[in-house]
């Protein structure tokens, strides 16, 4: 698997990421463990989680799987810090006290020294960004922390905390973005670009709706029929997400390919993405994802796709003529 540098850093990842907010919940340890050892043998390096996926049980697991299943330095080990809020003194969500205290539970759970890339889950209006940035600035210092992203912050929140004083740059933003889902591009991507951090995509699939499961209703077994997942998946289904879903299968059936390899193949050589995060309730689906590693988009057919999910870009996004 071709490997890529994230953001302005020397970090090299593959540039497609094994994601696990079903494990513990879809997913055991079982089909965790194989899950982990196809994508390590297809090449696969960064592994991505979070303290709150599961109430910690991802973490858990994949804590379970370093040294057993893989040697943990062939592994890029990326978690998300929610920080939740309580009554407590230091409960306070990005504030010094909370994220500290999230990073030890992190580590603990992972049963690991230090995390590889550490990421803000979600921006905190309610605590000053110096105060985030600089916890963050510490965890590297200490050396539990190698590099720091963020997650799901807006543009201007993007720029924010990239030009806020710091003796550690963020390299990263992890953002919903697929063929489905565009909405980064007015605002979000081009402050990504200018400040140098790299896209880690998440749901690349439209939530799964882009694999054209959907076309014909809801499978039993699908998110879409999850009581957990139902309203996750919901969001992306409407007439427009047709029309691209029809888009994406017209096109795999004229490369001789799945509609899930094509919707992730566009996403993840988009300008700007370095590796879109991969979830799977199963290794079967694991591997039809990993099979997008063999396939380039024809200029023509990113063009067609690039048309039929094209957003509305105005004022000030588009410049005024």
């Not at 209703?217 to 427009?240: I, K, L």
């Not at 988009?297 to 996004?317: G, H, K, Q």
Request: net charge negative; glycine share 10%; with cysteine.
């Amino acid at each position: 698997m071709e490997q890529r540098y994230l953001g302005r850093s020397g970090l090299r990842v593959s540039r497609t990421a094994l994601g696990t907010m079903t494990w513990g919940q879809d997913t055991d340890a079982d089909e965790a463990a194989t899950q982990l050892m196809a994508f390590t043998d297809a090449g696969g390096t960064l592994v991505d989680t979070a303290d709150v996926y599961t109430d910690g049980e991802a973490e858990r697991i994949l804590g379970t799987l370093l040294g057993e299943v893989v040697p943990r330095d062939e592994l890029v080990i990326a978690t998300k810090a929610v920080a939740r809020r309580t009554d407590g003194p230091f409960g306070g969500g990005a504030s010094r006290g909370a994220l500290l205290t999230a990073l030890d539970g992190s580590l603990r759970r992972l049963g690991i020294d230090h995390i590889d890339l550490w990421q803000l889950h979600a921006w905190d209006a309610g605590v000053p960004i110096e105060e985030t940035l600089a916890a963050l600035d510490h965890a590297i210092n200490t050396g539990k922390v190698r590099y720091a992203g963020i997650s799901n912050y807006s543009g201007w929140q993007l720029a924010t905390a990239a030009t806020t004083p710091t003796t550690h740059p963020l390299i990263s933003t992890q953002v919903e973005y697929s063929l489905l889902e565009r909405g980064i591009e007015r605002e979000v991507l081009p402050a990504a670009l200018h400040h140098g951090l790299g896209l880690l995509p998440w749901a690349p699939l439209g939530r799964g709706v882009l694999t054209g499961k959907y076309r014909n209703g809801t499978p039993p077994d699908s998110r879409g029929a999850s009581a957990h997942f139902a309203g996750y998946v919901e969001q992306h289904r409407n007439d427009r997400a047709a029309r691209i879903v029809q888009a994406v299968a017209t096109a795999a059936d004229g490369l001789g390919t799945s509609p899930l390899c094509v919707a992730l193949a566009w996403v993840r050589d988009r300008t700007g993405v370095v590796a879109p995060v991969v979830g799977a309730r199963d290794t079967n689906q694991l591997l039809a994802s990993l099979e997008a590693e063999q396939l380039t988009l024809p200029p023509a057919i990113r063009a067609a796709l690039d048309d039929v999910s094209a957003i509305e870009l105005a004022y000030p996004e588009r410049p005024m003529p």
